[in-house]
């Protein structure tokens, strides 16, 4: 059940938001680096990105307790479109919706959802439709993914509201969720992001991995079941992922 609560969602945004992180396809040497939400690495060849997420966020442990409010769920959107392949300049191709809902430019002609807009009919099992109306070398489409929404992915009580960077850390989901392609597990202090990618229910990041991490109360643990497929439009390959996320805020000792 989604949460609208706009309090709440402000708190949150403030806390985890800014300690996001981005996948990594190298699961023996994992990299660092931060994004909003973990996704799974484009193709060179992919000359745009579209991404529909279903957000789930454990509320900071300093947040007063709210009668049936056990978190905070709220559906994300972004699309990326480049002048040739991913990490080129973005570039604008008019009006982009998601299941009928518009995104926005604030800058930089990167699309996001817009932050007031709390859902964007995303649901387990579903398909998801997207609309460009097209500029900058992009024809207009229409898309309606083949692949369905992951059910929403979830850590165990076994995932702890604190760890030791000189320890092995290991994390665990629930169950590995309907629609999922594979999983992204994401460690940050903030500034220091460490990902591993592997489709299972449990995941150890070891004590050489956290080296690098600084102690922090404003860390973070994420997890990501995620799919993806590719559809080609006026010679433009295009790459849509459709995702859950849940984010735990931790403490890095």
């Known amino acids: ?101 518009a995104l926005q430019i604030p800058r930089g002609n990167a699309y996001i959802n817009n932050p007031m807009e709390l859902s964007y009919s995303l649901a387990a099992g579903q398909s998801n439709s997207w609309q460009v109306s097209g500029g900058s070398g992009f024809d207009a489409f229409s898309h309606t993914t083949t692949k369905r929404m992951p059910s929403q992915v979830k850590f165990t009580a076994s995932v702890g509201d604190s760890f030791s960077k000189g320890s092995d850390l290991t994390l665990t989901i629930e169950s590995v969720t309907s629609n999922t392609d594979n999983i992204l597990w994401v460690v940050s202090d903030g500034s220091t992001t460490v990902t591993k990618e592997s489709k299972t229910t449990s995941v150890t990041f070891s004590a050489s991995d956290l080296s690098g991490m600084r102690a922090t109360s404003t860390g973070l643990v994420q997890v990501a079941s995620y799919n993806t497929e590719e559809k080609t439009f006026g010679g433009k390959k295009v790459y849509f992922i459709n995702e859950t996320v849940h984010t735990k805020l931790v403490e890095v000792n």
């Not at 900071?60 to 040739?84: H, L, R, T």
């Open 1 to 101: 059940m989604k949460t609208y609560n706009a309090t709440l969602w402000t708190l949150l945004l403030g806390a985890v938001l800014t300690f996001s992180a981005c996948s990594s396809d190298d699961d023996i040497n994992p990299q660092t680096t931060t994004q909003t939400n973990p996704t799974p690495t484009a193709p060179d060849d992919a000359n745009a990105v579209l991404a529909a997420i279903m957000s789930y966020s454990d509320l900071p442990s300093n947040v007063p307790s709210v009668p049936g409010v056990g978190g905070i769920a709220i559906d994300v959107a972004s699309g990326s479109f480049f002048n040739g392949g991913v990490g080129s300049a973005l570039v604008n191709v008019g009006d982009v919706m998601l299941n009928s809902k």
